[in-house]
């Protein structure tokens, strides 16, 4: 009498990030996943222009971490000529699709187990909708994943997310993503990543030899449309002002790999101004990025500046460097939507990490004076200001938090119009409430505006 064959079981990994990827590879040295016939890793290039932009897979490091996976397979060489970011499968086509990829990876009739990351958007969500049976984990390689989930999920995806892998950037504080689903976040061990970033310290990249610099951390906020060019380039003298203000003399960019080559420029012209050493981190390797912590491995500044990256926290929370911020006072005003994902993050760093002008806050490592102890309340509170519809449990939270600790120091944090919108203490009171609704007012505003500018005339 014959068997039927064993179905085995075939993991797939997807990442974006080397650093993604590294975290995936500590997560996998920990032991957090179960045993599996395959490990693949597919590899997603979202860059607004993947073929300028080079692949993960290319990416100095890479091989170090290749070793954790049985193969490799590209999904935008899957998915082409479609960009991964804007792609995702007709309903009627997912069954052709899922045969597809089983064909194409060789994956026969294996069950899948998913591990993505920000499965709220492609090509995580599409690569979950394809396989629809599949269980997932999604992994948070970043700050987002303390804020909410930024879109509402189909239940037949959300409904399958087992856990929510993280980084404790944070100590402490309990993600909000995907809690809508009852996921339950699983911290990973500090110690395994930090072996991982070692090894891709030890990739034999040429980077310059400067001893204990300020690092200077760009992020390239005006091709998100978050601040307009100008605005940051300005942001990055302030952080080559701060640090020289401080006592830095040696201070290190490193520059987002898109950034426009005239930043650096202005940014050595100010050095030579302020009589700084300016070296702007080049690894001769086209747009061939470094992680941040690599630079901490082997550069071991004496402090990194930046506005809102996660590689703030890495370095203060893993590494043990000095830290500072600058900007986030800005991106607070600036940000919109109200349920900018990136809110979260820039609330997070702006309540924890000290102002680069605040010399005290700086050397004590301290927040500055009134900011917001108890990021845990102020989390859930935005969380709520961010996402009512998704996540009602908050509202009692939210209102606690506004009713007893609303003060000028954390009103950054939250809009007005968006309070009394929601109903929320700190809005408009109630017998105004009509007045932003009022068509009568309205017209009477926008009547004195333009008198206003005749006037100017």
């Given amino acids: 009498m014959s068997t039927a064959p064993r179905r085995g079981t075939t993991q797939l990994f997807a990442a974006s990030t080397l650093y993604g990827t590294a975290t995936l590879a500590a997560a996998l040295d920990s032991g ?171 990739t034999p990249v040429e980077l310059p030899s400067v001893e204990a610099p300020a690092l200077l951390l760009g992020q390239y906020l005006s091709a998100l449309g978050l601040i307009s060019a100008e605005e940051e380039e300005n942001l990055h003298l302030r952080m080559m002002r701060g640090a020289v203000a401080l006592g830095h003399r040696r201070l290190v960019f490193k520059p987002h790999p898109t950034a426009p080559a005239q930043w650096s420029r202005s940014m050595e012209a100010e050095a030579d101004r302020l009589g700084a050493e300016l070296t702007i981190l080049d690894t001769g390797i086209p747009r061939a990025p470094v992680l941040a912590e690599v630079l901490y491995e082997r550069m071991r500044p004496t402090l990194v500046i930046g506005c809102f990256s996660t590689a703030l926290l890495t370095a203060s929370a893993f590494y043990g460097l000095p830290v500072a911020r600058v900007g986030t006072e800005l991106l607070l005003e600036r940000l919109t939507p109200y349920e900018n994902s990136n809110r979260v993050p820039v609330t997070l760093v702006d309540a924890l990490l000290p102002e680069l002008s605040d010399r005290t806050a700086v050397e004590e490592q301290r927040p500055a004076e009134g900011s917001e102890r108890d990021v ?22 939210a209102e606690q938090y506004l009713s007893s600790r609303l003060s000028p120091a954390t009103q950054r944090y939250f809009k007005r119009r968006r309070l009394t919108s929601l109903g929320l203490p700190g809005g408009v009171p109630a017998q105004f409430a009509f007045l932003p609704r009022s068509t009568t007012v309205r017209r009477a505003v926008r009547r004195a505006r333009s008198l206003r500018r005749s006037v100017r005339k």
């Fill in 376 to 397: 845990s309340a102020l989390v859930a509170a935005v969380g709520f200001a961010m996402q009512p519809r998704i996540y009602p449990g908050l509202r009692p939270k």
């Fill in 32 to 202: 957090c996943f179960g045993p599996a016939d395959r490990r693949i890793l597919v590899v997603c290039n979202n860059a607004a222009i993947p073929e300028t932009s080079p692949a993960l897979d290319t990416m100095p490091g890479f091989e170090r971490l290749r070793s954790r996976f049985d193969d490799v397979v590209s999904w935008n060489d899957t998915i082409a000529p479609f960009h991964p970011s804007g792609w995702s499968p007709r309903p009627d086509d997912v069954p052709l699709w899922e045969r597809h990829l089983r064909l194409l990876w060789g994956l026969g009739e294996d069950d899948i187990e998913l591990t993505v990351e920000s499965i709220q958007v492609n090509p995580a969500l599409a690569i979950s909708q394809i396989f629809v049976n599949a269980p997932i984990d999604v992994y948070a390689d970043g700050l987002m994943s303390y804020g909410p989930t930024r879109n509402k999920i189909d239940p037949l995806v959300g409904a399958r997310v087992r856990r929510l892998l993280h980084l404790d950037l944070v100590p402490g504080l309990k993600p909000l993503l995907l809690t809508e689903f009852g996921v339950e976040p699983l911290v990973m061990e500090t110690e395994g990543f930090l072996k991982v970033l070692g090894e891709l310290a030890a």
